[in-house]
């Protein structure tokens, strides 16, 4: 079993920053992909990023540019740097953390632009 626990979530106005962190623990040997993924009220998660063990990125059109994801591989931490933040950038993000060929989830983290 894996364990995550995001942290970071906040209220901020339009065009502020906030940063999310998630950790990782339990049972890991190596874990492949980290990332993050949000939902907004009455719709379904979508990807916002993710980086591989060899630090391969991958983000949503909607956030290039103004979100970076890191990880620390040693401490099996992953963080969201979130610039420029937008009110359609409101949602509940969710830490992912692929192991073993099973994808596991945080339980989330409220983040609130208001504009």
């Known amino acids: 079993q894996v364990q995550l626990v995001e942290s970071g979530g906040n209220l901020v106005q339009a065009g502020g920053s906030l940063r999310l962190s998630c950790a990782a623990s339990g049972s890991i040997f190596e874990i492949y992909l980290m990332g993050w993924y949000r939902q907004a009220p009455g719709k379904q998660r979508d990807l916002v990023a993710t980086?591989?063990?060899?630090?391969?990125?991958v983000y949503a059109d909607s956030v290039k540019g103004r979100f970076t994801i890191s990880r620390d591989n040693a401490k099996n931490t992953v963080a969201l740097q979130m610039n420029s933040l937008k009110a359609e950038d409101t949602a509940v993000y969710y830490c992912?953390?692929?192991?073993?060929?099973?994808?596991?989830w945080g339980k989330g983290t409220l983040v609130t632009v208001s504009s």
């Open positions: 980086i591989s063990s060899g630090s391969t990125t």
């Open positions: 992912m953390a692929a192991v073993g060929g099973i994808n596991y």
